[in-house]
């Protein structure tokens, strides 16, 4: 009745409706007029912090540096730092961009058809630009009007007015970012605005790259605002690629006067919009609907990144189940395999995380009867108890796909429990783990970071002579910290989430000789919980996730094959292991809003791959001298969908009653390899403790000496 219970509820999901909104044009707010030093300007750039702002214009030939007094306001009153008149290197600058860093300025101009950089003495400062001469000067030809780099300055584009109906942008690549002696010319988009001439002036990206934006000015102050000047935007396939693009739509401003759209930006996260024009000399503002909104909303459905992040979450919670599960799995497999041995503390693991948290815990809670051999066998005999621990190191990759960007995952965790024999054949026991899991999705930078801790009790059992049931009931605790990076921008959040789980699993044990083959059959319940949260950092992409429930279904055939073989003062336990894996959980989805706006999405169906293989294989290795080593290498093939590596390591050494050895390695970031003596003389502990990193450049030392004892 309680499983039935159980299984309901795991079914039950919420329903929530979908809010519509009305897409707005940009709003004008605010603008700065500078007609006092420049006529006829063609660009407005900003710094990152948007607190120095840059204009140019090919009326007086001076590129002019502002500050501000607030980030990306022109109303807050800004005050001239720098002018420098640059007629006699540069006679009609168009644009300006800068490197990542603002230590180098480029300006693309029509006189020469080239563009000119200077490298600054302070980063986005043009007080070091000579007058005289630029640092370098290359020539592009074809008329250019502006230019604009990817994020990594990988990649150049360049616009061109080729004739008064049509225009260009050339895409070239760049060997080493942001030299453009090492550019090559590898695509190309024609302008043609049918019935619309002008110029092809302005050109920017969205902070993703996924929208490209291209200005078209009217070519003389009596031509007709409405139909001449306009932003155009496109969206692209993939960011910075302009092999594909999908025209959005136009946004002509509507001014009482006359004007000649040239230049376009934007702030950090593309919450505002700004341009110039040639005729009424300033620069203007703009508040836009939604992130780099000028024509549409950026779908976040439409953004693998943001898919990928949504989708590795989901996964993220449902493999918790699984690894939380395997290590006390293993457990009881490892109890059958050794039942006959009178110590069962066998599986001694001291472990050394790069994680704080995981370090920590595995200091803290390390029983002392898992580091001291006699008193481990005291503690048995008086409580039959018997402590292990185990620690688990998993590396996997899931390709990506046409909606969803590809994920890395490194999971490290430890599992300690404690079990006793309540009969003959019948053990139970409890067990608790700490893991983290870090993924890292697509290549923009964004990521999840998920620390859980789960309570497991367990039972295992005989159903028949040889046939067994192993149960475990569970639930955890999940804090999550989540990064979404846009390229330029990034927002952050933190999730928390509830999870319960079990998992029953039948088995049965066929022996010839001292070959046994085991199979098996398992299934995996599951309900998670995640909280509902809002992302900070960025106002304009800033999402709100609500709450989502994902339900886990599991269901899993296999079989294991083991062996003891005898060698010299002790046996060694080979095994191997193959299982197939069906998930046949119902799909969750997430439903999502701008936060500063309130239009609302939905991803719907997200699951795992249906299908997968795991495979394994290891060996127990137990000495008479007190040796004792427990590993295991799986590997999990989803079909068609990624893969998952991990590794499971214990071992110990007692060479006397009261000296033990502990080996560990943590292989997640740096493979760090640790070795503990431990001595009790005459009512103290003396330990000395040493690692080495495996992957140092630097050889990488340490060690440590430490007594103790019990008052």
Same mark, same amino acid.
């Given at each position: 009745?309680?499983?039935?219970?159980?299984?309901?509820?795991?079914?039950?999901?919420?329903?929530?409706?979908?809010?519509?909104?009305?897409?707005?044009?940009?709003?004008?707010?605010?603008?700065?007029?500078?007609?006092?030093?420049?006529?006829?300007?063609?660009?407005?750039?900003?710094?990152?912090?948007?607190?120095?702002?840059?204009?140019?214009?090919?009326?007086?030939?001076?590129?002019?540096?502002?500050?501000?007094?607030?980030?990306?306001?022109?109303?807050?009153?800004?005050?001239?730092?720098?002018?420098?008149?640059?007629?006699?290197?540069?006679?009609?600058?168009?644009?300006?961009?800068?490197?990542?860093?603002?230590?180098?300025?480029?300006?693309?101009?029509?006189?020469?058809?080239?563009?000119?950089?200077?490298?600054?003495?302070?980063?986005?400062?043009?007080?070091?630009?000579?007058?005289?001469?630029?640092?370098?000067?290359?020539? *592009? =030809? /074809?008329?250019?009007? @502006?230019?604009? %780099? &990817?994020?990594? +300055?990988? $990649? #150049?584009? !360049?616009?061109?007015?080729?004739?008064?109906?049509?225009?260009?942008?050339?895409?070239?690549?760049?060997?080493?970012?942001?030299?453009?002696?090492?550019?090559?010319?590898?695509?190309?988009?024609?302008?043609?605005?049918?019935? *619309? =001439? /002008?110029?092809?002036? @302005?050109?920017? %990206? &969205?902070?993703? +790259?996924? $929208? #490209?934006? !291209?200005?078209?000015?009217?070519?003389?102050?009596?031509?007709?605002?409405?139909?001449?000047?306009?932003?155009?935007?496109?969206?692209?396939?993939?960011?910075?690629?302009?092999?594909?693009?999908?025209?959005?739509?136009?946004?002509?401003?509507?001014?009482?006067?006359?004007?000649?759209?040239?230049?376009?930006?934007?702030?950090?996260?593309?919450?505002?919009?700004?341009?110039?024009?040639?005729?009424?000399?300033?620069?203007?503002?703009?508040?836009?609907?939604?992130?780099?909104?000028?024509?549409?909303?950026?779908?976040?459905?439409?953004?693998?990144?943001?898919?990928?992040?949504?989708?590795?979450?989901?996964?993220?919670?449902?493999?918790?189940?699984?690894?939380?599960?395997?290590?006390?799995?293993?457990?009881?497999?490892?109890?059958?395999?050794?039942?006959?041995?009178?110590?069962?503390?066998?599986?001694?693991?001291?472990?050394?995380?790069?994680?704080?948290?995981?370090?920590?815990?595995?200091?803290?809670?390390?029983?002392?009867?898992?580091?001291?051999?006699?008193?481990?066998?005291?503690?048995?005999?008086?409580?039959?108890?018997?402590?292990?621990?185990?620690?688990?190191?998993?590396?996997?990759?899931?390709?990506?796909?046409?909606?969803?960007?590809?994920?890395?995952?490194?999971?490290?965790?430890?599992?300690?429990?404690?079990?006793?024999?309540?009969?003959?054949?019948?053990?139970?026991?409890?067990?608790?783990?700490?893991?983290?899991?870090?993924?890292?999705?697509?290549?923009?930078?964004?990521?999840?970071?998920?620390?859980?801790?789960?309570?497991?009790?367990?039972?295992?059992?005989?159903?028949?002579?040889?046939?067994?049931?192993?149960?475990?009931?569970?639930?955890?605790?999940?804090?999550?910290?989540?990064?979404?990076?846009?390229?330029?921008?990034?927002?952050?959040?933190?999730?928390?989430?509830?999870?319960?789980?079990?998992?029953?699993?039948?088995?049965?044990?066929?022996?010839?000789?001292?070959?046994?083959?085991?199979?098996?059959?398992?299934?995996?319940?599951?309900?998670?919980?995640?909280?509902?949260?809002?992302?900070?950092?960025?106002?304009?992409?800033?999402?709100?996730?609500?709450?989502?429930?994902?339900?886990?279904?599991?269901?899993?055939?296999?079989?294991?094959?083991?062996?003891?073989?005898?060698?010299?003062?002790?046996?060694?336990?080979?095994?191997?292991?193959?299982?197939?894996?069906?998930?046949?959980?119902?799909?969750?989805?997430?439903?999502?809003?701008?936060?500063?706006?309130?239009?609302?999405?939905?991803?719907?169906?997200?699951?795992?791959?249906?299908?997968?293989?795991?495979?394994?294989?290891?060996?127990?290795?137990?000495?008479?001298?007190?040796?004792?080593?427990?590993?295991?290498?799986?590997?999990?093939?989803?079909?068609?969908?990624?893969?998952?590596?991990?590794?499971?390591?214990?071992?110990?050494?007692?060479?006397?009653?009261?000296?033990?050895?502990?080996?560990?390695?943590?292989?997640?970031?740096?493979?760090?390899?640790?070795?503990?003596?431990?001595?009790?003389?005459?009512?103290?502990?003396?330990?000395?403790?040493?690692?080495?990193?495996?992957?140092?450049?630097?050889?990488?030392?340490?060690?440590?000496?430490?007594?103790?004892?019990?008052?």
């Amino acid at each position: 009745m309680r499983l039935a219970r159980f299984i309901s509820y795991l079914f039950l999901m919420l329903f929530l409706n979908i809010k519509a909104f009305a897409f707005t044009d940009p709003n004008h707010v605010d603008d700065f007029d500078f007609s006092a030093s420049e006529t006829i300007s063609t660009t407005v750039k900003f710094s990152p912090d948007g607190k120095t702002m840059f204009v140019i214009g090919v009326s007086s030939d001076t590129l002019r540096q502002y500050s501000l007094g607030t980030a990306f306001d022109l109303s807050s009153s800004p005050t001239l730092v720098h002018e420098k008149f640059i007629r006699t290197i540069q006679n009609a600058a168009q644009d300006i961009e800068f490197n990542s860093d603002g230590t180098i300025i480029y300006i693309i101009g029509t006189d020469g058809d080239d563009i000119d950089q200077w490298t600054l003495s302070s980063p986005y400062d043009i007080g070091s630009i000579s007058t005289t001469a630029s640092s370098k000067n290359i020539n *592009i =030809g /074809g008329n250019p009007r @502006g230019l604009k %780099f &990817s994020n990594d +300055g990988k $990649k #150049l584009f !360049i616009v061109h007015q080729v004739s008064t109906a049509k225009g260009r942008v050339d895409e070239f690549t760049l060997t080493t970012p942001y030299d453009l002696d090492t550019r090559t010319k590898t695509n190309e988009l024609t302008l043609s605005y049918t019935g *619309i =001439g /002008g110029r092809r002036q @302005g050109i920017n %990206f &969205s902070s993703d +790259g996924y $929208k #490209l934006f !291209i200005t078209n000015s009217a070519t003389d102050s009596s031509d007709p605002e409405a139909s001449r000047n306009l932003i155009r935007e496109y969206s692209l396939d993939s960011p910075f690629n302009i092999s594909n693009p999908t025209n959005n739509g136009d946004f002509q401003p509507s001014y009482a006067a006359k004007f000649r759209l040239t230049g376009l930006t934007f702030n950090n996260d593309g919450s505002k919009m700004f341009h110039t024009d040639f005729t009424n000399h300033k620069a203007y503002e703009y508040t836009l609907f939604c992130a780099f909104g000028v024509k549409t909303c950026t779908d976040p459905t439409s953004d693998n990144d943001d898919v990928g992040s949504v989708e590795a979450q989901s996964s993220a919670t449902k493999k918790l189940i699984q690894h939380t599960s395997y290590p006390v799995l293993n457990r009881m497999e490892w109890l059958r395999r050794n039942k006959d041995s009178v110590n069962l503390t066998n599986q001694n693991l001291k472990l050394q995380f790069s994680n704080e948290i995981l370090a920590s815990l595995s200091n803290l809670l390390m029983p002392s009867s898992l580091t001291n051999d006699n008193t481990s066998s005291n503690q048995s005999i008086s409580t039959n108890w018997s402590y292990w621990s185990e620690g688990t190191i998993s590396i996997g990759k899931v390709g990506d796909s046409l909606s969803s960007s590809a994920k890395s995952i490194n999971t490290s965790a430890i599992t300690i429990g404690a079990d006793k024999k309540v009969d003959k054949d019948r053990i139970h026991g409890f067990a608790l783990r700490f893991g983290n899991d870090d993924v890292k999705v697509g290549k923009l930078g964004s990521a999840l970071d998920m620390n859980s801790l789960s309570l497991t009790i367990y039972e295992t059992r005989p159903t028949s002579d040889n046939m067994f049931m192993d149960i475990l009931l569970g639930a955890s605790a999940i804090k999550t910290d989540l990064i979404n990076n846009s390229g330029t921008v990034s927002t952050n959040g933190k999730r928390n989430g509830q999870q319960v789980f079990s998992s029953i699993k039948f088995r049965e044990t066929f022996t010839k000789e001292k070959i046994n083959f085991t199979p098996n059959i398992k299934l995996d319940l599951g309900l998670t919980t995640l909280s509902d949260y809002k992302e900070k950092g960025a106002e304009g992409l800033n999402l709100r996730f609500g709450r989502q429930n994902i339900g886990t279904i599991v269901s899993s055939l296999g079989s294991t094959i083991d062996n003891t073989i005898n060698i010299n003062n002790g046996i060694l336990k080979p095994k191997i292991q193959l299982q197939y894996n069906a998930d046949l959980s119902p799909s969750s989805s997430q439903v999502f809003e701008y936060a500063s706006n309130g239009t609302s999405y939905v991803i719907e169906n997200i699951n795992n791959s249906t299908h997968n293989i795991n495979g394994s294989f290891g060996f127990d290795l137990i000495t008479d001298n007190g040796l004792s080593i427990t590993s295991n290498y799986e590997r999990s093939q989803n079909k068609g969908a990624g893969h998952t590596d991990a590794f499971y390591f214990a071992g110990k050494l007692s060479s006397r009653k009261d000296e033990t050895y502990t080996l560990s390695l943590d292989g997640i970031q740096s493979f760090n390899t640790k070795l503990d003596y431990k001595r009790s003389l005459n009512g103290f502990d003396i330990t000395f403790s040493s690692n080495y990193n495996l992957t140092s450049l630097i050889p990488d030392y340490g060690a440590n000496i430490e007594v103790s004892t019990n008052f």
